[in-house]
């Protein structure tokens, strides 16, 4: 049984920050679009905050900055054509100072109410600790015998400039999407956020964003790849 891209598809995305939906699932998301299924995606936090000096949010900078990354985020769903998502407040990598009980309710809250068939969420081998408590977030909310609205496939992916500075990086995906028609896409939503991209080596530049698809590619026999790591996968 493998991921089912059609009109019955219902996806959850649980992304940490703004622009985590675009950069480890941005191409599946239009796909699934194209193939009539109903996308929401959910951030748990804002991303601009661990910029500024620790303790120091009421800047007048700070709002700015925070208004300029919502604004881009909602661009870059537009451009992939998600109707539905919901944007959390947690500081940015900051998530180690909330009770992790407060994300696992928040992600329950969403899968009763949107009833997502399939899940997508970050995967642990990241340095960002957003992304490894998201992770482990989900798998709580997850829990097999919760409640009937648990998706029955879950996957995670990979963001490009947190798991790719891991000291042993661990991540190893076994579920690879074809992305290379709806390439241009991506790289479009992934111009809205204008303020998170750098020129190349920096992994967050078109160019990082091509070799991670590409090297993703030559394991899978395609030439541009997101990859996921299929957590639990339940056939009824």
Request: hydrophobic residues 40%.
């Amino acid at each position: 049984s493998a991921m089912v891209l059609n009109k019955d598809t219902r996806i959850l995305v649980v992304a940490a920050h703004p622009d985590d939906e675009v950069l480890g699932c941005g191409g599946t998301i239009i796909k699934a679009i194209n193939c009539g299924a109903v996308v929401k995606v959910v951030f748990l936090g804002e991303g601009v905050s661990a910029r500024f000096p620790f303790g120091e949010y009421n800047s007048e900078n700070f709002v700015n900055e925070s208004n300029i990354r919502q604004k881009e985020a909602k661009k870059a769903l537009k451009v992939l054509g998600v109707k539905h998502s919901y944007f959390g407040d947690r500081l940015c990598v900051q998530f180690d100072t909330v009770p992790h009980l407060t994300l696992v309710k928040e992600i329950e809250g969403h899968i009763k109410s949107f009833n997502p068939t399939v899940l997508f969420t970050h995967n642990p081998s990241e340095v960002n600790i957003d992304h490894r408590l998201t992770y482990e977030a989900v798998e709580s909310a997850c829990r097999p015998t919760n409640r009937p609205e648990t998706p029955d496939e879950i996957y995670t992916f990979e963001i490009i400039c947190s798991g790719n500075y891991k000291f042993s990086p661990f991540f190893t995906p076994n579920v690879f999407v074809d992305i290379s028609n709806v390439w241009d896409i991506k790289i479009k939503a992934w111009k809205c956020y204008e303020k998170e991209s750098r020129p190349f080596p920096f992994p967050r530049s078109i160019e990082g964003l091509e070799i991670l698809s590409g090297y993703r590619g030559i394991a899978s026999g395609m030439k541009k790849v997101e990859a996921f790591g299929l957590a639990r996968m339940i056939i009824r």
